[in-house]
């Protein structure tokens, strides 16, 4: 993976993809390692790069993501797979796959966008957040939304010593759904992640984060541009989606005051008990 970024605060870890958090004896630890050393079975016989006709990878449920952008040529996310929460919403080609690092089904795994920085943001409540220096087109992949992969007990726990202590939170839950089932990721980049954790939510967010699959079953939380972003902006998502919540901040106790101050701000950070 391509990621030149690090952290300005040196007591903080930088990694470029999750990792499992530290071990616990509870089971549904063992089933987070487990899955995380799991291998996602799709692969493609392709030569070099996919073709889009009939590469298996690309013609499955989780295929058929990226699309070249007219001007740039990068590959970015096929406009139909920009509100998939489904477990098969974006499969990229992996480990297995016979096709290179330059095949068009291998984004998110190919590190962050260049030209991001982090700055202090004008609301001093608001802390730290991440800008772009250059023109970023809609549909391009920003970063990963990486740190330690956590249990559910886990992330309560650090959850709610954020709320005691009056700290920031960075605990992160996805709620995927496929058929009558629902899986449940947790990420927590709070002391050991890469840039993407400090990304600010807006009202009227500039991105959205979508799972991504690549060698494991554990999605990578993926931060998509959703329009033109012009150089200077800060980037943004929405903590809590719309109507079904699925993507949220974990904040049990009372809501923090939204600092985005856009028009459309409804005043509050989003918020769910899980
Ligand atoms: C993932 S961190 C984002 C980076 C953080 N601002 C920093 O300085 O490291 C999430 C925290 O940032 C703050 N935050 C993010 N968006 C905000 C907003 N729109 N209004 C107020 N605070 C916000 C909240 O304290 C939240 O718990």
Not at 16 to 30: C, H, N, W
Request: glycine residues 6%; charged residues 20%; aromatic residues 10%.
């Amino acid at each position: 993976m391509n990621d030149d970024y690090s952290h300005l605060d040196t007591t903080l870890i930088y990694i470029t993809e999750s990792i499992p958090g530290p071990p616990t004896d509870s089971p549904e630890y063992k089933i987070l390692v487990k899955n995380f050393n799991s291998q996602v079975t799709l692969e493609c016989n392709c030569a070099d790069i996919c073709d889009h006709e009939s590469c298996d990878c690309n013609k499955s449920p989780g295929g058929g993501n990226y699309i070249k952008h007219p001007i740039t040529y990068k590959m970015v996310l096929n406009q139909c797979k920009m509100t998939c929460t489904d477990t098969t919403s974006i499969i990229e080609c992996n480990s297995m796959c016979s096709c290179q690092d330059k095949c068009g089904n291998r984004v998110v795994q190919n590190g962050p966008v260049a030209g991001l920085y982090v700055k202090s943001c004008e609301s001093m409540e608001k802390g730290l957040g991440l800008f772009t220096k250059d023109h970023i087109p809609a549909g391009s992949f920003i970063c990963e939304y990486a740190g330690e992969i956590i249990t559910k007990d886990q992330a309560a726990l650090r959850q709610g010593y954020n709320a005691l202590n009056g700290k920031m939170n960075y605990v992160f839950c996805l709620n995927e759904h496929c058929d009558t089932n629902s899986f449940q990721t947790f990420v927590d980049p709070s002391f050991i992640g890469n840039i993407g954790r400090y990304i600010n939510h807006s009202c009227d967010p500039n991105c959205v984060i979508i799972p991504v699959r690549v060698n494991t079953p554990i999605p990578k939380l993926a931060i998509f541009a959703l329009k033109d972003i012009v150089p200077q902006s800060e980037i943004t998502f929405r903590y809590g989606s719309d109507n079904s919540k699925d993507f949220v901040f974990l904040t049990k106790v009372g809501r923090k005051k939204c600092c985005c101050n856009s028009p459309k701000c409804s005043g509050w950070m989003p918020y769910e008990v899980y």
